[in-house]
């Protein structure tokens, strides 16, 4: 087969036109990892931000937390629920808002990348609070936004799907190397020059450009192997699109940089199974 390779500046042009993560969700996170924040630090970015306001009252007062009584501030609401929902929910929103559209090229209908994602992101969290990391709202971050380059990459990837499935099956590409052969830069790589671009913190451009471990400098780095542990962790559940299942290799390497072993990864599958039904009514309420 001929390949027409696609000039991957083109590609990476769009992120001028694209529109970026809102820079309360920065504001929230710099002071959710800042360890001489305040609940009150954090109340008040998502204060003087009324739509983040408005759809975090929504969601705190909706059945899915079962409160007894009616939210009506910000405030109240990081006293009941405390910083750490505060935050998750202000991720959520924007998350789902960015990825919720269906991506084709991908093999994605609409709110199945959102739902990976989220799924994803709370894995990572699980896996940060095992191994007591300070940093788990960066974590939650980049695992929830790992794949936002899809978003522009998407249609691209259709025009190219025969190319790309071609070197997936006849030459034993993943679908990521196939996508970087085919296009010359594939969704990783473009979601981390997102995430430079919108002002975000080098660590979480770099986890986000190398979430699938393709670079060995990527595999010796605990916070890029949780993300890629929790996406895999989401494969063997049945989380994810076909096209993702081709996409990884396993490497035992990093998994064993987390001391984290197969019953824990068993643990992690239970943990997530039994609050599925809680990520569902979730995803109803965002």
């Not at 990783?188 to 699938?212: D, T, V, Y």
């Amino acid at each position: 087969m001929t390949m027409t390779m696609t000039d991957p500046r083109e590609i990476i042009k769009q992120i001028d036109d694209f529109p970026p993560v809102p820079n309360v969700v920065n504001q929230i996170l710099a002071a959710a990892e800042d360890p001489k924040s305040s609940m009150s630090t954090v109340s008040n970015i998502i204060t003087y931000d009324p739509v983040m306001t408005a759809n975090l009252l929504k969601v705190c007062n909706s059945a899915y937390y079962g409160l007894s009584k009616e939210i009506n501030s910000i405030h109240e609401a990081t006293v009941l629920l405390g910083l750490d929902k505060i935050v998750e929910i202000c991720l959520f929103r924007c998350a789902f808002e960015n990825l919720k559209k269906a991506q084709h090229g991908y093999n994605l209908a609409e709110g199945q990348l959102v739902k990976q994602s989220i799924s994803a992101a709370l894995i990572t969290k699980n896996i940060a609070e095992r191994l007591k990391l300070a940093n788990k709202h960066l974590l939650f971050t980049a695992s929830l936004l790992k794949d936002i380059g899809k978003l522009i990459m998407e249609r691209y990837v259709a025009q190219s799907i025969e190319e790309i499935n071609h070197l997936v099956t006849k030459e034993q590409m993943s679908f990521s190397q196939a996508e970087k052969t085919v296009l010359g830069i594939d969704h990783e790589g473009l979601g981390g020059m997102m995430m430079e671009r919108w002002g975000f913190s080098p660590k979480m451009s770099f986890i986000i450009a190398n979430h699938h471990l393709q670079a060995p400098q990527a595999r010796q780095d605990i916070e890029t192997s949780i993300v890629y542990l929790a996406e895999a962790i989401c494969m063997l559940m049945g989380v994810c699109a076909e096209s993702d299942v081709c996409a990884y290799n396993y490497y035992d390497d990093a998994v064993a940089l987390l001391h984290i072993s197969e019953g824990d990864i068993d643990r992690l599958i239970i943990s997530f199974l039994e609050n599925r039904d809680k990520v569902e009514a979730l995803l109803k309420h965002i």
